[in-house]
């Protein structure tokens, strides 16, 4: 829920700063939809940093096909593109 959240408080922001005519002595609904606006905005862009940081974390990998010559049967193996190749 990290990007609807970010999203949800936007919205929350908006509604508040131009859809709502609503007044309260000493409190300006417009400035708490604009702080909402935001905080809804770094919010989002947080969610997509960690997003795009979790992508990065998974290491590629490659299945490789060896052929066993005692058995004559093909083996399978996963590798990262770290290791060092089959010969």
């Given at each position: 829920?990290t990007?609807?959240?970010?999203?949800i408080?936007i919205m929350?922001?908006?509604?508040?700063?131009?859809?709502?005519?609503f007044?309260?002595?000493?409190f300006?609904?417009?400035?708490?939809?604009?702080?909402?606006?935001?905080?809804g905005?770094?919010?989002?862009l947080?969610?997509?940093?960690?997003?795009?940081?979790?992508?990065?974390?998974?290491?590629?990998?490659?299945?490789?096909?060896?052929?066993?010559?005692?058995?004559?049967?093909?083996?399978?193996?996963?590798?990262?593109?770290?290791?060092?190749?089959?010969?």
């Open positions: 829920m990007i609807a959240g970010g999203i408080l929350l922001g908006a509604i508040f700063t131009w859809a709502v005519e007044d309260i002595a000493g300006d609904i417009n400035i708490l939809g604009v702080i909402l606006m935001l905080g905005l770094v919010w989002l947080f969610a997509l940093y960690r997003i795009n940081l979790a992508r990065r974390a998974v290491a590629p990998t490659t299945t490789t096909v060896v052929e066993d010559p005692v058995t004559h049967r093909r083996v399978y193996e996963e590798r990262d593109y770290t290791d060092p190749p089959v010969v």
